[in-house]
């Protein structure tokens, strides 16, 4: 079966800490773009970062600049979310997608090969 399996997420405090990850099953992530998107209550879907397949591209969007890390370990088929200074704002489910073929610059959640069912982070104190 192919999927994306988002895990990590939890309760933090402001100011904390979490790891994401993101784990293929069924493909190898090494060829694809990956992103983060995620979703707060109410909102739309939101662009959170990218990576290419050869790590050559990483871009993240500006409210999380500078506090989240996006990496990748391809021998592990992992992609991971350092995130770092966390704060209520960044509550939501955090999803990871893989697309075939297509630019970080492309910030569009349409047109992924495949989505994971997503991992809720609430930071809260």
């Known amino acids: 079966q192919l999927q994306l399996v988002e895990s990590g997420g939890g309760l933090v405090q402001p100011e904390g800490s979490l790891r994401l990850s993101c784990a293929a099953s069924g493909f190898t992530l090494g060829y694809a773009t990956i992103y983060w998107f995620r979703q707060a209550p109410g909102k739309e879907r939101e662009w959170v970062s990218c990576i290419s397949s050869s790590s050559g591209a990483i871009t993240y969007g500006d409210s999380v600049k500078g506090r989240f890390t996006i990496s990748r370990d391809n021998a592990e088929n992992t992609v991971s979310l350092q995130m770092n200074s966390l704060k209520p704002e960044d509550t939501g489910v955090y999803y990871c997608?893989?697309?075939?073929?297509?630019?970080?610059?492309?910030?569009?959640?349409?047109?992924?090969?495949?989505w994971g069912k997503g991992t809720l982070v609430t930071v809260s104190s």
């Open positions: 997608a893989a697309a075939y073929g297509r630019s970080c610059l492309m910030k569009s959640q349409y047109g992924m090969n495949y």
